[in-house]
């Protein structure tokens, strides 16, 4: 029973680079959340997607970033043009759909570094 | 808006010590409450969550108790181990929102 799987675990770019980080949920869980963790900090919300629909990208920075969740296939987030302070581990957390009460399931995180 | 404050850390205790991390809550709705612990490298994991008014979590000997009058939900443990050190997190979600709110982690290092 596989849990979120995210990949690349980690990722090197150089500014200027794109970076794509994907994640697949786990199975039967239709809701994703991408978080980013800064190096000795907290979780910070990016955005919430359910299957072609974004809910909630109120945490996702207005240029570069980018999220989707396609009817087939993983969530990607992309950042374009990456810069030194897009360094970061991003985290992934699916639900199931229609539960409330429902505890968030995390990947293991991609970190990325831009060189 | 919702939020969650946790105490500061980093906790240092000895094998065997009690445990207690403080978590107080604000939401405007009726929130579920998780702590939830992550190892060095890896993702976060579910510990424990209580979903009402004076529900106790508990799992792996850590226990929090919902308590809505004092907008709170400590985690405590009775005797910690080496094996416990770790990042953890206290978290809320309200039941008409679409958002997880989590605080900024507690870091516990636990010596032999």
């Known amino acids: 029973n596989a849990g979120v799987m995210q990949n690349p675990r980690h990722l090197v770019r150089r500014r200027g680079q794109e970076a794509r980080l994907r994640c697949s949920p786990m199975k039967g869980h239709s809701h994703v959340y991408w978080y980013r963790q800064l190096p000795e900090e907290g979780l910070k919300f990016m955005v919430y997607?359910?299957?072609?629909?974004?809910?909630?990208e109120s945490g996702m920075p207005k240029e570069r970033f980018s999220a989707e969740f396609p009817k087939e296939g993983p969530s990607i987030l992309r950042i374009q043009q990456v810069v030194r302070g897009d360094s970061a581990a991003y985290f992934c957390?699916?639900?199931?759909?229609?539960?409330?009460?429902?505890?968030?399931?995390f990947g293991n995180g991609t970190r990325l570094t831009v060189t | 808006g919702d939020s969650v404050t946790q105490m500061e850390g980093p906790v240092t205790l000895s094998e065997e010590a009690f445990l207690t991390i403080n978590c107080t809550y604000t939401a405007t709705g009726y929130p579920s409450l998780f702590w939830y612990v992550q190892y060095p490298g890896e993702g976060l994991q579910l510990l424990l969550k209580?979903?009402?008014?004076?529900d106790k979590g508990s799992n792996k000997g850590f226990e929090a108790t919902y308590r809505k009058e004092t907008t709170s939900f400590h985690l405590e443990k009775g005797s910690v181990q080496v094996s416990d050190s770790a990042v953890y997190f206290c978290a809320l979600s309200v039941t008409y929102g679409q958002n997880f709110v989590f605080g900024p982690g507690t870091r516990l290092s636990v010596l032999p």
């Open positions: 209580a979903t009402k008014a004076d």
């Open positions: 997607l359910q299957k072609e629909n974004i809910i909630d």
């Open positions: 957390a699916s639900s199931p759909a229609g539960t409330d009460n429902s505890p968030l399931h």
